[in-house]
């Protein structure tokens, strides 16, 4: 595809004009903390709400007697979450701005609802926490901290929202910022951003507030627009998962034989010696094409065509990385594991463990500990795990995968587990 | 990590969204056998098709093409689709609600209002059953409709070809389960990240064939609840409706009978273009019928079977 509005073939590096970047980042809160109406707020002064779309949220919040329009009412899908006024499952939105496209991954907050805001959190570049200015920093404020953490999201935004209703005291802010920054010390946060914003009123979500001197930080869409994401990406450690062997066998191209997939990490260059694993067998890239053409280098996330200089067999599952530069060959992980099914892990169960573009058999091994997300305290006589819980977990697999540690690599360090009987994605790991 | 003035290897936007979508094609294709890819002429199921001739390329598509056709066609849009799967090279399968209604699997409806919408699930799902698809690829997108928001790429349908909100299974990463027993099957929605406004930036980069409808023409339409429909043999006019020319194009391609018009004078792609970046109403709201029934009407269709 044409890379920029110059239309000119540039491989996908940066051009002249700069083209639009996709930022996706998770939000989560309770209803009560106003993330709804956070949203609302963000859409509606992107101009990313039609005008259809607001008679229906004002006609609803007519109905019900909001007394205002309740732009809460905007991400609200299902009728059952309509009725009770509740949020039962991720929702995706997106707005975009002259430099960014923007993917928000909503999720509620409630306890019970840990494995969505880990399925929201597991895509994010960033995510957006709220605290009520009133309350503080709840348990909950720290699960999701905790999540964001364990999910290694790169950028943490804590967005103290309702600070109409605290005078917009800057005390109440600092005190606010205090008290997470202590609870995130004990976590692994990297980049940690305090905005203290009214959401309902608009102060310091798209543009700076006037009612808040004493804060002269940015708003938070400014905020959201110039984060730096593009360097998140791991583009150290070659690591490309074949996901599908191509090959035409048709008159123009008799002999063709390709490995598409998706470049997990790393960059990816024609000339570049190679191992494919689990072979062992070293070659060198002969090309990397696309439908448009073929490329010099790839890196994350092009889907792309690998050609290799030797004819040797490679299928679906196999990884090519580099030879001084491999992902660890395990037939034993160690991983956090956090728990999506209402069966709880079976002590010893054996379950379907999909890994990049691989799937082989894992058993259960030993639950090494359940960790309290509220208090970071370590359960070790956990028997099971249960829905939402999150435990430290050994896994012994049918054959060997290829792995990096999820701190390093997101991409190659991140599984899921799924039921043999019933196909149920059951389990999400992050291998340590 | 290379920072600085050393390269940053960042991507616009759309090749993003590209790239996840072929990622998500091929996967398909490689866990879950025999799929198919549903084709309605429209816009977003012609991205799709673009998107899966680029993921196995040089290869041809490894699964057929299905049209349901509902009979209510626009003309332009079965020229169309006849000279897409030509030049492909594809395998095409009809699947037709006319022969749904003559075989008595369903009852077509009556009155000036009456549209084949609906009936299109039963065809749709009896065609899944007949060639025993497991895997349905489709143009549907979240920005699209509020029920749509919450689904997810790959949309699991039980024996009944029911959509269950409550029993989704998680999408993490880039990690997607295509795990399906016997009878069920998948819907599988590439474009679940992108807008309409991508659908059109990527159209326009990438210079892909439409049907004509998408231009705009003159054509003669009459008015029903503040929507322009075109005249055609398929709608009754109700006393107090008269036909008019008008200059018009269409912002979504469904049956004839419920598909509105919108006054436009956007004749190019980027007159389109610059037309969708200025819209104030959404695509459905402005053009679909089928959506005006109810908040819920997208929900209770999609629970049926819909696409």
Not at chain 1, 165 to 180: K, T
Not at chain 1, 284 to 312: K, M, N, W
Not at chain 2, 266 to 293: C, F, N, P, S, W
Request: glycine share 6%; with cysteine.
């Amino acid at each position: 595809m044409a890379v920029a509005s110059t239309g000119a073939a540039t491989n996908g590096r940066p051009t002249v004009t700069r083209p639009s970047e996709l930022v996706r980042f998770a939000t989560a809160g309770s209803v009560d903390d106003g993330k709804s109406t956070l949203i609302g707020r963000l859409l509606y002064d992107t101009k990313s709400i039609f005008e259809d779309q607001l008679e229906q949220v004002e006609r609803t919040s007519l109905q019900r007697g909001d007394g205002y329009v309740n732009l809460a009412l905007l991400t609200d899908g299902l009728r059952a979450e309509r009725e009770q006024g509740i949020t039962i499952d991720v929702a995706y939105r997106y707005f975009h701005t002259p430099r960014r496209k923007f993917i928000i991954a909503d999720t509620p907050g409630h306890p019970q609802y840990t494995r969505n805001m880990v399925t929201g959190a597991s895509t994010a570049d960033l995510a957006l926490i709220l605290v009520d200015a009133r309350k503080g920093v709840l348990e909950q404020s720290r699960r999701h901290a905790f999540i964001a953490s364990l999910l290694r999201i790169p950028h943490l935004v804590v967005c103290v929202n309702k600070m109409d209703l605290v005078d917009f005291d800057r005390e109440v802010f600092d005190r606010i910022c205090a008290d997470f920054s202590g609870w995130a010390a004990k976590l692994d946060v990297s980049d940690l951003t305090f905005i203290p914003i009214s959401a309902l009123h608009g102060d310091n979500v798209a543009g700076r507030s006037d009612r808040m001197p004493w804060y002269d930080g940015p708003s938070l869409l400014y905020h959201l627009e110039h984060v730096h994401v593009a360097s998140d990406r791991n583009l150290v450690d070659a690591r490309f998962p074949v996901q599908w062997v191509v090959r035409p066998m048709s008159d123009d191209h008799h002999d063709y034989r390709g490995y598409a997939g998706e470049v997990a990490s790393g960059v990816f260059r024609v000339g570049d010696e190679v191992v494919v694993l689990p072979s062992g067998i070293e070659t060198r890239i002969a090309g990397i094409d696309t439908y448009e053409g073929p490329l010099e280098e790839a890196f994350p996330p092009l889907s792309v065509v690998l050609r290799l200089e030797d004819d040797i067999d490679v299928s679906r599952g196999d990884m090519i990385s580099r030879p001084h530069n491999r992902p660890t060959e395990v037939r034993d992980v160690e991983a956090m594991v956090c728990w999506m099914s209402e069966r709880p892990l079976q002590p010893a169960g054996r379950y379907r463990i999909k890994h990049t573009t691989r799937t082989v058999l894992a058993k259960a091994d030993q639950l090494r500990y359940r960790i309290d997300v509220n208090t970071l305290h370590r359960q070790e006589d956990a028997g099971d795990l249960s829905l939402n819980e999150i435990g430290r977990l050994r896994l012994r697999l049918s054959s060997p995968l290829f792995l990096d540690e999820y701190r390093r690599n997101r991409a190659t360090g991140s599984f899921i587990l799924i039921d043999e009987s019933t196909n149920d994605t059951v389990g999400a790991g992050m291998v340590l | 990590m290379l920072r600085g003035d050393q390269m940053t290897y960042e991507i616009p936007h759309l090749r993003a969204l590209e790239s996840e979508a072929i990622h998500v094609v091929r996967e398909v294709a490689a866990e879950v056998e025999r799929g198919v890819l549903l084709f309605s002429g429209g816009k977003d199921s012609a991205v799709v098709l673009h998107l899966a001739r680029k993921a196995f390329w040089p290869a041809a598509l490894p699964f057929p093409v299905m049209h349901v056709d509902t009979g209510h066609n626009f003309p332009e849009v079965i020229e169309y689709r006849d000279r897409m799967v030509a030049d492909l090279d594809a395998r095409l399968i009809v699947a037709s609600v006319q022969e749904s209604i003559d075989s008595g699997r369903v009852v077509e409806e009556n009155g000036p209002r009456s549209s084949r919408n609906r009936l299109q699930s039963v065809t749709l799902l009896d065609a899944i059953e007949e060639h025993g698809f497991r895997a349905a690829f489709g143009g549907a997108r979240r920005d699209e409709e509020r029920a749509r928001a919450k689904e997810r790429i790959l949309s699991f349908r039980d024996d009944f070809g029911q959509w269950d909100p409550k029993r989704q299974r998680p999408e993490l990463w880039n990690l997607y389960n295509g795990f399906v027993k016997p009878g069920e099957h998948v819907r599988v929605f590439p474009l679940s990240n992108w807008t309409e406004l991508d659908v059109w930036q990527y159209v326009r980069e990438e210079r892909i064939d439409l049907p004509s409808i998408y231009f705009a023409h003159r054509r003669e339409v009459f008015r029903r609840d503040g929507m322009l429909y075109a005249t055609s043999d398929f709608v009754e006019l109700i006393d107090g409706e008269e036909p008019f020319e008008e200059s018009v194009r269409f912002r979504t391609v469904g049956d004839m009978s419920c598909t509105g018009a919108v006054r436009s004078t956007a004749a190019t792609l980027e007159e389109v273009v610059a037309e969708i970046a200025a819209t104030r109403i959404t695509e459905r709201g402005e053009t679909r019928a089928d959506d005006r029934i109810s908040e819920a009407a997208m929900e209770d269709r999609k629970k049926e079977g819909y696409f």
